[in-house]
């Protein structure tokens, strides 16, 4: 797929996302308008499933190029970020070499064709621009956002044994966090920010229209009204937007033309995935609404 060229302006930049099926706020579209016009990272932090994530996506799709995806982990290490070693490739060298010893194949058995790139050397390493995505950096520690920092302020690697490794085109970089913890300053300082929350209520019913056109209107503002409702009780886990946008099909489905309390129970399970929250919800939410015979 052809490069995109960089937007000229914000506006440019929000209907490129748009078109890209995600529908950004201003301070969404214009991070992403600046990542690509002054080549820094995005750091998007924000609950989770309000969007951090497939931002990075419709970035992808939007300027036509390949997403990488890093999805950090507790324990994440550089050999599974960054590189490491065939050490049964260079085995088998070092026994080719025979006679020849080690003088002769020590330099061989460290070059690039030895090398396991993995999500952040690919990222630099393409000869392709492309988007790369460092999802929930929170959930490492602090010694790999340090390892970090040399990425996001020069683009480049440096592997003791082959040197400096460079970007031949510059990446946009874009990091998610759900804020589970505070990230280093070091961190924070080498990249442009955006603090995503759930929609209001108005971009929501937006988000859902794009993805359910057929959902009525006022089924749709039912339906976001009661996600919101069900978002203000301290449950486990709240309702993302993709999960509001399951629900919307799923009422496609089941052929429904309102939320009443028998629709909402047999479908709850859409947009409530926790035991105790799909009791707390079913008595808070689930009782406000009308029982068919009383609708209308």
Known sequence: MAEAQAPASVAETKEALAAASYLADEPAALVSFLAQRLGKPILVEGPAGVGKTELAKALSRASGRELIRLQCYEGLDEAKALYEWNYRKQLLRIQAGGESGWEEVH???????????????????????????????????????????ELLSDFQITIPELGQVSASSMPIVVLTSNNSRELTEALKRRCLYLWLDYPELEREMAIVRLHAPDLPESLTRR??????????????????????????????????????????EQSMSIIVKHRTDIDLVAERVGMKLSAPAEAG
């Open 223 to 264: 339906l976001v009204e009661v996600v919101r409702m069900v978002r203000a009780l301290d449950l486990k886990k709240p309702p993302s937007i993709a999960e509001t946008i399951d629900w919307a099909r799923t009422l496609l489905l089941m052929g429904s033309e309102d939320i009443d309390r028998e629709t909402f």
């Open 107 to 149: 330099g061989d058995i460290f070059g690039e064709e030895f090398l396991l790139a993995r999500p952040l050397m690919q990222a630099i390493a393409s000869a392709e621009p492309v988007v790369l995505l460092i999802d929930e950096i929170d959930k490492t520690d602090q010694e790999f956002e340090a390892m970090l920092l």
